[in-house]
């Protein structure tokens, strides 16, 4: 039979044991050990060093001393393995560290954390006074240790595993792509913040809901794409915001497997492809429109200079003037061309400058117009301009590049002519107006913005047969805004067209 006190200490040692294994928080786990080692022991102050990476050990928890003491007991855990340190040895060092820190102790037990041949960190336990520990004090001790050492390397594990698994998500959430991660039903397990940037889904609204209905990607004819079976782990498409912006992602699956080759998880990168795109398409749109664009007027001016190089014609002077002046025409009309390109790549590389001066807006609309009348007999081009028309500050070649654009169009898309007002007014705030009106095809209200777009051109027959770049106006838009002004338009499709530019004036 067991003595009452030993069956009592048994039982408190068991209950401790539970608590201790309960605790993964590793400086409460420490308290609690500390606490309960100094009252078996009956000890007044104790303490805990850890071993740390390096091989030292540095103290991790205490009990009765003042915070600031405890650096001071130094002595006690330096260089200190198990056997080499004698009884007298340790009791020097006991009353060192005892005068340093200016606390009575006496007596020392101070027992190894041990799991397997690892040494983890050492419990001290001090009394302070006069009964020295017994050999059955040690016994004890050595047992809890035992046990407190199993504790403190678990809740060590499950600090390495925490701080493992909050890095790993601090890379997934800080990652500058998409991440998803999906369970195999499809169903949205994680959502990083750069999801949310790209999508405007916040996370909450995306864990826990199937992927496809989240994250619903359509065609360009707007079809919708469903998210890929196991075979095929790649979509792309269109995805609609609730902001109303339309952007392209595109989704890569990795599948991940258990032991029996099952798929437990996708990991889903996603990308915003949108810019990407759009510089493809922009690509292909150049290349189709400088071939097209500029052969037309090339083949002309080679028809024509052939015809009338001919050896064996005669041709009178009329046939001559006309067929030169075509030439010039054309190699105007490229002129033009191969300037609006590379205004256009200019602009969008932003190196483009406007170099300003004083201008008398007036002036240079009477003589675009004057130039753009003469090239036909089908329109009548008014001109109505107040006489205090203000004076502006502005680049000249541009705006009048401007100009012969938005009154060059005006004629362009009026096929059966008719009248073309230039109108100028003062507007609000300062600024000049000038509107340029025709009577032409017009231009349905969806593509009001979008005709400001490079290459962009309203798909219909007469556009189709008429040449252009869709560049015009964009230069148009590009310049005007550039000198702090805006370019709109209004338009009934069928009615004809209003095109506004509004620059400020010079005070
Ligand atoms: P381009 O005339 O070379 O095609 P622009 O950028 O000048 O390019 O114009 C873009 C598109 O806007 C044109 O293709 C045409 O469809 C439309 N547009 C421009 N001006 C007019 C206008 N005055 N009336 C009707 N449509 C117009």
């Known amino acids: 039979m067991l003595p009452d006190f030993r069956l009592r200490q048994r039982e408190y040692l068991l209950e401790i044991s539970r608590a201790m294994s309960a605790r993964l928080d590793l400086s409460s786990l420490l308290s609690l050990i500390l606490k309960s080692a100094t009252e078996i022991m009956a000890g007044q102050t104790g303490l805990i060093t850890l071993r740390m990476p390096d091989g030292t050990y540095a103290p991790r928890a205490s009990i009765g001393f003042p915070v600031q003491a405890v650096p001071l007991l130094e002595p006690l855990w330096q260089d200190l393995e198990d056997d080499a340190v004698s009884e007298k040895d340790i009791s020097l060092r006991l009353a060192i560290a005892s005068r340093a820190a200016g606390i009575p102790m006496r007596q020392v037990v101070a027992l190894p954390m041990v799991i397997g041949e690892e040494k983890i960190g050492y419990i001290f336990i001090f009394r302070a006074r006069g009964v020295a520990f017994s050999p059955n004090d040690t016994q004890v001790l050595r047992a809890f240790a035992d046990q407190a050492a199993v504790a403190v390397h678990n809740a060590r594990l499950y600090q390495q595993v925490s701080a493992e698994r909050e890095r790993l998500n601090a890379i997934i959430q800080n990652s500058g792509d998409g991440v998803m991660m999906i369970n195999a039903y499809r169903i949205i397990q994680m959502w990083n913040k750069a999801l949310?940037?790209?999508?405007?889904?916040?996370?909450?609204?995306?864990?826990?809901?199937?992927?496809?209905?989240?994250?619903?990607?359509?065609?360009?004819?707007?079809?919708?794409?469903?998210?890929?079976?196991?075979?095929?782990?790649?979509?792309?498409?269109?995805?609609?915001?609730?902001?109303?912006?339309?952007t392209t992602l595109s989704i890569n699956y990795a599948p991940q497997r258990n032991e029996d080759n099952e798929i437990i998880q996708y990991i889903a990168n996603v990308r915003d492809v949108t810019r990407l795109r759009e510089a493809e398409e922009m690509k292909r749109t150049l290349l189709s429109v400088i071939s097209h664009e500029l052969k037309t007027p090339v083949s002309i001016i080679k028809g024509y200079a052939g015809t009338l190089a001919r050896e064996d014609a005669d041709w009178d002077k009329k046939t001559l003037a006309d067929g030169l002046?075509?030439?010039?025409?054309?190699?105007?009309?490229?002129?033009?061309?191969?300037?609006?390109?590379?205004?256009?790549?200019?602009?969008?590389?932003?190196?483009?400058?406007?170099?300003?001066?004083?201008?008398?807006?007036?002036?240079?609309?009477?003589?675009?117009?004057?130039?753009?009348?003469?090239?036909?007999?089908?329109?009548?081009?008014?001109?109505?301009?107040?006489?205090?028309?203000?004076?502006?500050?502005?680049?000249?070649?541009?705006?009048?590049?401007?100009?012969?654009?938005?009154?060059?169009?005006?004629?362009?898309?009026?096929?059966?002519?008719?009248?073309?007002?230039?109108?100028?007014t003062q507007g609000e705030n300062n600024t000049v107006r000038l509107s340029i009106r025709d009577e032409g095809i017009g231009i349905p209200p969806a593509d009001h913005e979008r005709i400001f777009d490079r290459f962009y051109r309203v798909d219909n027959r007469l556009a189709r047969q008429t040449p252009g770049t869709g560049l015009g106006l964009y230069l148009v838009k590009t310049v005007i805004e550039a000198h702090g002004g805006r370019a709109w338009v209004e338009s009934i499709a069928g009615q004809g067209s209003t095109f506004w530019i509004e620059l400020p004036a010079e005070a």
């Open 196 to 246: 949310t940037n790209m999508t405007g889904i916040p996370a909450t609204e995306a864990i826990g809901q199937p992927c496809y209905e989240v994250l619903s990607l359509h065609s360009h004819e707007d079809r919708k794409i469903f998210h890929p079976q196991e075979d095929e782990l790649y979509v792309e498409g269109i995805h609609h915001r609730a902001d109303g912006l339309k």
């Open 325 to 424: 002046s075509v030439i010039e025409e054309e190699a105007d009309r490229l002129d033009r061309l191969i300037t609006n390109l590379l205004e256009a790549s200019r602009m969008q590389a932003g190196g483009f400058k406007i170099k300003e001066s004083y201008l008398d807006l007036a002036s240079m609309v009477q003589s675009v117009v004057r130039k753009l009348q003469a090239t036909t007999d089908k329109h009548t081009i008014t001109v109505d301009l107040p006489d205090d028309f203000p004076p502006i500050r502005g680049d000249h070649d541009r705006l009048r590049e401007v100009l012969t654009n938005l009154i060059g169009n005006a004629i362009k898309y009026s096929p059966e002519g008719g009248t073309i007002a230039v109108h100028g």
